[in-house]
T-cell receptor, first 113, second 114 residues
Framework: DAGVIQSPRHEVTEMGQEVTLRCKPISGHNSLFWYRQTMMRGLELLIY????????DSGMPEDRFSAKMPNASFSTLKIQPSEPRDSAVYFC???????????FGQGTRLTVV | AQSVTQLGSHVSVSEGALVLLRCNYSSSVPPYLFWYVQYPNQGLQLLLK??????LVKGINGFEAEFKKSETSFHLTKPSAHMSDAAEYFCAVSHNQAGTALIFGKGTTLSVSS
């Protein structure tokens, strides 16, 4: 298996633009997480899906952020409009059960100028 | 609600010295505990995990951790540090209630000097 695949790896965009980050979880995994990593705040959980259903989105910072999981093999995280403070590395991770570890993608480094 | 506290955002050791990275958790039910490592510009990789059973858990690269319920701790140790151990380390907690996410601590950066 290729692991969790995120795209793009790097994204530079101007303030106010829409940004869409993509994630393909490992086949057979039924849970998917989106995390944001910054120097100041560390690794923050943004949203957690189980069986394609959002279970906990309390970490989504504002209405500008939205996430979808239309099927078991694809998820998106969208920021509209983007702001400079959204600059961070965004990670997607998946796992197959509560007692198992989550496998991480390589991350998307987002820079909003 | 569950949470993780990693004491010390930065730990420095000499090559060959003992590595001790501290993690305390808060969970109202028996926890599942994990340690991950992150090398620069990479995602997180699992070092080891505790779910049930033996409280001393061995992981990759010579690391181990001990689950101490009475102290709500899951500290990570390695007897002898290598230069290649320099990285950021994250402790995480979950548990077996359906719908429980994986919550991470803020991380500890380990520096190893020769």
């Amino acid at each position: 298996d290729a692991g969790v695949i995120q795209s793009p790896r790097h994204e530079v965009t101007e303030m106010g633009q829409e940004v869409t980050l993509r994630c393909k979880p490992i086949s057979g995994h039924n849970s998917l997480f989106w995390y944001r990593q910054t120097m100041m705040r560390g690794l923050e959980l943004l949203i957690y899906f189980n069986n394609n259903v959002p279970i906990d989105d309390s970490g989504m910072p504002e209405d500008r952020f939205s996430a979808k999981m239309p099927n078991a093999s694809f998820s998106t995280l969208k920021i509209q409009p983007s702001e400079p403070r959204d600059s961070a590395v965004y990670f997607c991770a998946s796992r197959v059960g509560q007692a198992t570890e989550a496998f991480f993608g390589q991350g998307t480094r987002l820079t909003v100028v | 609600a569950q949470s993780v506290t990693q004491l010390g955002s930065h730990v420095s050791v000499s090559e060959g010295a003992l590595v001790l990275l501290r993690c305390n958790y808060s969970s109202s039910v028996p926890p599942y505990l994990f340690w991950y490592v992150q090398y620069p510009n990479q995602g997180l990789q699992l070092l080891l995990k505790y779910t049930t059973g033996a409280t001393l858990v061995k992981g990759i690269n010579g690391f181990e951790a001990e689950f101490k319920k009475s102290e709500t701790s899951f500290h990570l140790t390695k007897p002898s540090a290598h230069m290649s151990d320099a990285a950021e380390y994250f402790c995480a907690v979950s548990h077996n209630q359906a719908g429980t996410a994986l919550i991470f601590g803020k991380g500890t950066t380990l520096s190893v000097s020769s």
